[in-house]
């Protein structure tokens, strides 16, 4: 049976080992959008051993663009991005430490497997949820790359933020077990 | 010769690219609301709910329903009796999108280069269809279109012989392929027949029908309910997590062509279906 389970972060492994693919998150802490320029950029500068923009030890990253915040307000719609595009680099980032991705979409298979090895996590928010997603974000500051516009990484405060697990470390997928015939 | 002027077609297309990425469509709330009556699953109606809820969200704090604002995709009826004063046509959309883009919060998603990808910053330019009519009328529609979608979007030079069944399975493959990607429910806008470029324009046009809306043709919207019901047994699901509502609605056209060709084509938009018309 599902579940819905509120975390906050930073995400820890005990965390992890509690999440089945199905199960509701509200999630409370900080979290990072990055999306695939940012990712390209990250996975250089850890290649050339320079520090990161975040800590990646028990991080959430959100795969996500938003829009400018409209005046009065921490930060505008931001929903999430296709996910398959940061596939590539995911598992680099598994293997030092992040350990929550938020997206949509399905992953490939190296995704999914450095999930099983170094106990992380795939949540699903909802695409399209833009307006509603942002309501659950506190406070937003730009850390890094902001010449990108949308595609910088921004520090995001959130609270009781919806997710929902897709593919948890004992190998289930959300899209299988409940996608039927695909 | 009716005059329009240049500053009149940058206003009304700032105000309509905002409404349009900030205020559902009358048609979009509804199909919202029968999908959650209709669908058989609790997880799908729960789904349901939230994008009806981030609709409402996004109306009570003016901000775009999603955050992809998408391409100004700008449709022009021009009648061949308008003068355009003041300024060159094409300036006047971009800057309609540009102030529209800038005004109303909305993401600038344009790159100005397809490998160096560096950001326009204004969200143009627009990618403009014009279509020139008889008389003094002049209606602009802007349809502003995320890249999850357009993504999943296909495009295939069928042969003649495979017909209906063959352009059938063409469709359903390319949705199921799609999955959550596309953010389900999708609207799906179809084309069979014309040429290579007819026909993946003809599909996008069959994005800007109401949902609900069928071909007037009989046959057409016959092949439409066909189609509709055949995407939503495939049980994907709001958001692709399983149940009944894959598709809000299915829009079909048929174009005369080539008789060596069959043409087909798969525009697909997502649950935030977006486009707002009018006239000058
Ligand atoms: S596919 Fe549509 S709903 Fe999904 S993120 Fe893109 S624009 Fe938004």
Redesign the pocket.
Known sequence: MSKEIRLKTPIKTEDIIDLQAGDRILLSGIIYTARDTAHKRIVASMEKGETLPFELQGAVVYYAGPAPAPPGKPIGSI???TSYRMDAYAPKLIENGLKMMIG?GSRNQAVKDAIIEHQAVYCAAW??A?ALLASRVVSADCIAYEELGPEAVYQLEVKDFPVMVVNDIYGHDAYEQQGGDR | MRSIQYTQIVEALAKACIKANIIASCDLLEAYQDSIDNDSQNGAKAILKDLLLNAEVAKENNMPI???T?TAVVFLELGQEIQVEGGYLVDAINEGVRQGYRDGYLRKSIVSHPLERKNTGDNTPAVIHTEIVPGDSFRITVAPK????ENMSRLSMLTPAVGWEGFKSFLINAIREAGPN??PPVVVGACLGGNFESCALEAKKCLLRPIGERNSDPEIAAYEEELLEEINKLNIGPQGFGGDTTAFDVHLSFLPCHIACLPAAINL????ARHQSFCL
Not at chain 2, 269 to 272: A, E, Y
């Open positions: 929903g999430p991005t949509k695409g399209g833009g | 999603c955050q992809d998408g995320g890249g999850g979608s596309p953010c938009n997502c649950h935030v």
